[in-house]
Nanobody, 119 residues
């Protein structure tokens, strides 16, 4: 069993930046895919970004050019650098880990971290 713990959320003004971190209790090398989801008020949970073994990344259209996902296998940590934040980025952000079979198959979730962007 692997535990994922997110950190780095908070309140930021529009145009600002935050970096989210997701620390795993064990090695993240075992996972073919790691990613970040978010769920805004009254919205469904959506995939924001994912990175697969080999380093290939994917981003939701709404965050392309503003967010960057990365992984540090030595630290068992996944990051989400968020720049040029907008009020519509306000959400609870969740880290996830799992497999990739053409789609991201999630096996583990973090507890979430709140990101609030003020206008």
């Amino acid at each position: 069993q692997v535990q994922l713990v997110e950190s780095g959320g908070g309140l930021v003004q529009a145009g600002g930046s935050l970096r989210l971190s997701c620390a795993a209790s064990g090695s993240i090398r075992r996972f073919n895919a790691l990613g970040w989801f978010r769920q805004g008020p009254g919205k469904q949970r959506e995939l924001v970004a994912r990175i697969i073994r080999g380093g290939s990344t994917m981003y939701a259209d709404s965050v392309k050019g503003r967010f960057t996902i990365s992984r540090d296998n030595a630290k068992n940590t996944v990051y989400l650098q968020m720049n040029s934040l907008k009020p519509e980025d306000t959400a609870v952000y969740y880290c996830a880990a799992g497999d990739y079979r053409g789609v991201f198959v999630t096996d583990y979730w973090g507890q979430g971290t709140q990101v609030t962007v003020s206008s």
